[in-house]
């Protein structure tokens, strides 16, 4: 009954795994922020947890035990419960832990009080799809304005979003109050960007371009290179083939 879960989102689609980074990132910004004391690895667990908790109260699961939860996400029990533990959960376990509860209860940690607006930089295919399949799936987390060079997207609104040049980048940054950035930009231009993202006063950069990036302290950064994680993947392919054929 619990395979089912992970592998299939709220709306029942199989989500992209750029997604479920760009969702787990994301998060990360927030409690750096708020409780640099927890551990990001232990973040990104917690965002994972929630996700998995999300799909098992749609489908009408009311608790859930550590190993069943540990197992989903390929870790062990221990380590969710100190997870728990960290940010201070406690439940009577005998009957598992009520997953509508630790879903409250993981969503005032990983939440900010208010509305975090964020802008897309490129939109280009991944700007697009990163735009169209994230927003709206987070009530904290508002995608408000896009930004690229190309004429004939500036000045119009893609799934929604409104497209702004880049020379009014600084502006439009403080006039929707965008604390966070999805950089999907082209990689041969992601190092210009970096200048405009710290003038604007941006906290967050989640990079999606194959340069690692580097800011200032206080501005935190996730690089995410797609073509790696998918070549550490082929890499583990491989691997398996290998070893299968070793076997026969």
């Known amino acids: 009954m619990f395979f089912r879960v992970l592998p299939v989102s709220q709306d029942g689609f199989r989500t992209p795994v750029w997604a479920l980074a760009a969702k787990c990132y994301l998060c990360v910004f927030f409690i750096r922020c708020r409780m640099s004391e927890i551990p990001e690895k232990t973040i990104e667990r917690l965002s994972e947890y929630r996700r998995t908790l999300l799909a098992c109260h749609n489908q009408g699961i009311t608790h859930i035990f550590s190993h069943v939860l540990a197992g989903i996400h390929g870790i062990t029990a221990v380590q969710v419960r100190r997870d728990l533990m960290l940010i201070g959960f406690s439940s009577d376990t005998k009957k598992g832990y009520d997953v509508e509860v630790l879903i409250d209860f993981i969503s005032g940690i990983l939440d900010s009080p208010n509305v975090v607006n964020i802008g897309v930089l490129g939109m280009g295919n991944l700007g697009q799809a990163l735009t169209k399949y994230f927003n709206g799936r987070r009530s904290k987390l508002r995608i408000v304005a896009s930004f690229d060079v190309d004429g004939d997207k500036v000045g119009h609104e893609i799934d929604g979003i409104p497209c702004y040049g880049m020379e009014s980048f600084e502006e439009q940054v403080q006039k929707s ?16 960007l970096v200048v405009p993202i710290i003038n604007a006063g941006i906290k967050g950069v989640l990079n999606f371009t194959s340069m690692p990036l580097n800011f200032p302290r206080g501005i935190f950064v996730e690089n995410y290179d797609i073509t790696t994680v998918l070549e550490k993947v082929a890499y583990f392919v491989k691997e398996a083939e290998e070893s299968t054929d070793a076997q026969n």
Do not use: C, F, G, R
């Open 177 to 192: 109050d965008i604390k966070i950035v999805i950089l999907s930009s082209p990689t041969s231009i992601a190092s210009e």
